[in-house]
Nanobody, 116 residues
Framework: QVQLVESGGGLVQAGGSLRLSCAAS????????MGWYRQAPGKQRELVAV???????NYADSVKGRFTISRGNAKNTVYLQMNTLKPEDTAVYYC??????????WGQGTQVTVSS
């Protein structure tokens, strides 16, 4: 079984920054992709950013140039550096990974609130 633990959410003023962290543990054979998704109240969950095992990244248009996804040296951690935050970035942010044997694994979510 694979578990994800997220941290780093909170309340920040518009224009501020936050850094989210996600650490995977458990029976990990190989992680293909790690990423961040978010869900705002009344909206569907959406992709924010993903990073593959070879380091390729993909971002939602709404966060390009402001957010940066990266993986830790141990490759079982993923970070999301969020700069120039806007009120519309307010959401619950979820970490997700795709493990070659387990498949999709989701974290419990961390709240990010950006005040105007």
């Amino acid at each position: 079984q694979v578990q994800l633990v997220e941290s780093g959410g909170g309340l920040v003023q518009a224009g501020g920054s936050l850094r989210l962290s996600c650490a995977a543990s458990g029976r990990i054979f190989r992680i293909n992709t790690m990423g961040w998704y978010r869900q705002a109240p009344g909206k569907q969950r959406e992709l924010v950013a993903v990073i593959t095992s070879d380091g390729s990244t993909n971002y939602a248009d709404s966060v390009k140039g402001r957010f940066t996804i990266s993986r830790g040296n141990a490759k079982n951690t993923v970070y999301l550096q969020m700069n120039t935050l806007k009120p519309e970035d307010t959401a619950v942010y979820y970490c997700k990974l795709i493990e070659i044997l387990t498949g999709d694994v989701w974290g419990q979510g961390t709240q990010v609130t950006v005040s105007s």
